[in-house]
């Protein structure tokens, strides 16, 4: 008897080991893309708002000024400051000595999103050409899991997630730059979202979604289909940056944290998803800071372009608010946490290096 409960033990122990219990039953995230950290702990930047990058200036200085640095990064993402500020934990904040980085030596988007989404900062992704992505990713994972077949979704601006996400093979829902979403028992809204969106003037060029539109097919999807996991992805910053419109790269970042809030309230006033929803957000790399101009540049010949930053609220994550503790993550690392949240082990089943779990989104 004895043997047999012995027997018994060490196989719950075993099992146990990816049984952890977690309240996460779905997750959300969510990416803008080369948001730099500076300006989600700094606020606006006074330098740029006097620069030439900025018209308006006065307009810009009266929504987004203020001279307490915490006043003003309220202004600029009240949604982040004012409820996972108070709620949740923020990442990579150098000021306070926490560093969060991309481990990959290329500093643009895609080798960025592989790196989330895989956990393995692959060299041979180094490229943002449609090259198929060879590696598994957490999603692709996921959407394998009892209870998530097909409940896995992705909706993104930029038209490249189709070959980052390999849906070829992984079959994941991709609905990607000016896609349609063509399911035949898709809501009116979602129909009139496929009229609007080739409508609505394409000034990210013909294949980029402008990030509303991305936002509504992502927010309409998830009240009619209810998945148990969803990305979304946007594009905007990146876009306004690399055009030095100063004004244009603060107001996307501030729009996209209403469009955040209006997620989080919903996934709050839903039976299926209120106190048991890990919602993180996050970028693909970040931009560079000296001199001032390099602001509008990323890449391996640019400097600080690897510092990044993350942000997470959910019943597992402790209010800690910003972290200051002297370490450094790496967005390698997300993968196995998004699948550790959710009671799975991606990193025995990639096939791949996938980088270890950041505990202290879920340890109490
Ligand atoms: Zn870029």
Redesign the pocket.
Known sequence: MKKISLLLLTCCVAVGAFAQNHKTKNVIIVTL??FRWQELYRGADSALINSPYTQDKDEVHKKYWTADVHQRRKLLMPFIWSVIGVQGQLYGNRDLGNKDEVANQYH??YPGYNEIFTGFPDVRMNTNDPIINPNMNVLEFLNKQKGFENKVAVFSSWERFPQILNVNRSGLLVNSGYMDFTAPDANDHLKYLNRLQHEAPYYLGDSTRIDFLTYEFAHEYLMQYKPRVLYIAFDET??M??AGMYKFYLDRANQEDGFIKQLWDYVQSDPQYKDNTTLIITCD?GRGDVPMDKWRD?GSDVLHSEQTWFAVIGPDTQPKGEINTPTVTYHKQLAQTIAELLGFDFKAAAGHGVGDPIKTVYTK
């Open positions: 893309d080369g643009f988007s990146d876009d940056a690399h790399h990323h």
